[in-house]
């Protein structure tokens, strides 16, 4: 059985740490998660391993991208087998700070987002890239890595990160992941365990609706009309659609008739499970 990554809980034992690679000239990556780690979360820090000669993990359930009528409370929390689980794709230190150690007493500090955090997301979750934003700088500073590695599946929260560290001069990069998806499509989550079978055997319609609608668009279909197809095949379904969008790849802007790559993107409720999609066209 392999070793569990040793785990550090304090900004000073991270920094202890990181320290000592430096010092043997070591390169560093930082994969930032929640725990509840799944294969996406696995393929991130082997990839992670291909960029650098070390790779931290962090495991933080972030308080302040919650709001009050959302699942901090219940968001899974599995520790041990997150362990077991790095331990067989060869992390080196998993970092797993308390509240308090990130935001301690006074703590007063935020940042606003603009650009590629418009719209979508905070649509309808306002309070949500302000609390990815401090947390993942926070990250950025006490881990002070070379690469820092954020999965395709949460698009959005990927091109407001590579906005923030550019913006902000971060002497680091950012390196994308391929979103890592179940046989019939569905991408995995740490939140598809809430699903119970019948949900989960209706789940993988937002994947399909948004793969038709992509090979409609590049067929010659105007994005408006096949994401309204989009939409309304995924109300069929049952789920409750928050929004089903058409963007500039890389600006996330709404198209308005202009060129550039485009990323569809969905999100929608299943019973009481809020399940999020992208793909590219």
């Known amino acids: ?12 034992a991270l920094r202890q740490h990181v320290k000592a690679w430096r010092g043997a000239d070591e390169s560093v990556a930082l994969v930032p998660t929640m725990g509840a780690l799944h294969e996406g979360h696995m393929g991130l820090v082997e990839l992670a391993r291909s960029k650098a000669r070390r790779v ?14 959302e ?20 992390a080196d230190l998993v970092y797993a700070p308390s509240p308090a150690e990130m935001y301690p007493q006074g703590f007063s500090t935020g940042i606003v987002m603009t650009g590629p955090a418009q719209g979508l997301e905070s649509d309808f979750r306002p309070h949500f890239f302000s609390g990815v934003a401090i947390v993942v700088s926070k990250l950025f500073l006490q881990c ?14 990927l091109k407001v990160v590579t906005r923030m560290a550019r913006d902000l001069d971060l002497q680091l990069e950012i390196v994308p992941g391929p979103t890592a998806r179940e046989g019939d499509g569905l991408a995995l ?24 609608a992509a090979e409609a668009i590049r ?4 994005p408006d009309a096949a994401m309204a197809r989009a939409r309304a095949a995924i109300s069929e379904a049952g789920l409750k659609v928050d929004y089903v969008e058409a963007r500039h790849a890389e600006t996330l802007a709404p198209l308005n008739g202009a060129g550039g790559p485009i990323r569809l993107l969905a999100a929608a409720w299943l019973g009481t499970t809020r399940l999020i999609d992208n793909i590219g066209v």
Do not use: C, W
Request: net charge negative.
């Open 56 to 69: 931290v993990v962090s495991i933080f359930v972030n308080p302040t991208q919650f709001a009050p009528n």
């Open 144 to 157: 002070l890595p070379d690469y820092a590695l954020f999965g395709e599946k949460d698009y959005q929260q």
């Open 1 to 12: 059985m392999a070793e569990k990554p040793q785990v550090a809980e304090t900004v000073a």
């Open 189 to 212: 989550s740490s939140r598809n365990r809430y699903l119970n079978p019948q949900e989960r055997a209706t789940a993988p319609v937002i994947h399909r609706s948004l793969l038709a």
């Open 219 to 222: 067929a010659g279909t105007a």
């Open 71 to 90: 699942d901090f409370s219940r968001y899974p929390r599995t520790f041990e087998a997150d362990l077991a689980k790095l331990a067989e794709v060869e």
